[in-house]
């Protein structure tokens, strides 16, 4: 990626995450400072404490999470938003979420498919993105991963037509539904 060399970007995983990570990746020089923080973030103590020291450090932080939540239990999500929202300079958050109805879908395909024990899939929440809204963050924007496919021509075509019908996140419930949200804090 084409980064301001005065950005400092943090990624934090799981330890087996960066080491393959840093393997595959080893030939490559960041445009920016990089920092790899290994940690599991559903460790709470250990995650406000990093987020602490993160928050101390900088003055505009945004957090994407990408493929985190749906790993974690409605409780877990809760706190990591509370946890997040807590710091001053955390933002912006980007994540991607999942509907009821997907979620089932992938367990049952995924564990038909591989036919070994996988990570369990756990969080969809029933009212999309507005769960988030409880936990200190405003929803500033939600875009459809299927329409967003469609635009930039990644689909099947039964997949694009299927991407012509309407959509409501908020009320997806057992339909197939995913898609990626920004939330702001409040004070912004």
Request: glycine fraction near 6%; charged fraction near 25%; aromatic fraction near 8%.
């Amino acid at each position: 990626m084409d980064l301001l060399s005065s950005l400092q970007w943090v990624e934090v995983d799981l330890p087996e995450i960066l080491g393959y990570k840093e393997r595959i990746l080893s030939n490559e020089k960041p445009k920016c400072p990089l920092e790899r923080v290994r940690l599991d973030l559903s460790d709470t103590a250990a995650r406000r404490e990093l987020f602490q020291t993160l928050g101390n450090t900088g003055q505009k932080a945004i957090i994407i999470s990408e493929g985190l939540l749906t790993y974690l239990s409605e409780g877990e999500v809760s706190t990591l938003a509370e946890d997040l929202a807590r710091i001053g300079s955390f933002q912006r958050w980007i994540f991607d979420i999942a509907s009821p109805g997907l979620l089932k879908m992938i367990q049952k395909n995924t564990h038909a498919q591989f036919d070994v024990a996988v990570a369990r899939l756990k969080f969809a929440p029933a009212n999309g993105p507005d769960c988030f809204l409880a936990h200190g963050w405003k929803l500033l924007e939600v875009r459809s991963i299927l329409k967003t496919a469609a635009k930039i021509n990644r689909l099947t075509f039964f997949m694009r037509l299927i991407s012509l019908l309407p959509e409501n996140p908020a009320n997806a419930g057992s339909r197939p539904w995913s898609g990626v949200c920004l939330v702001t804090a409040p004070a912004d």
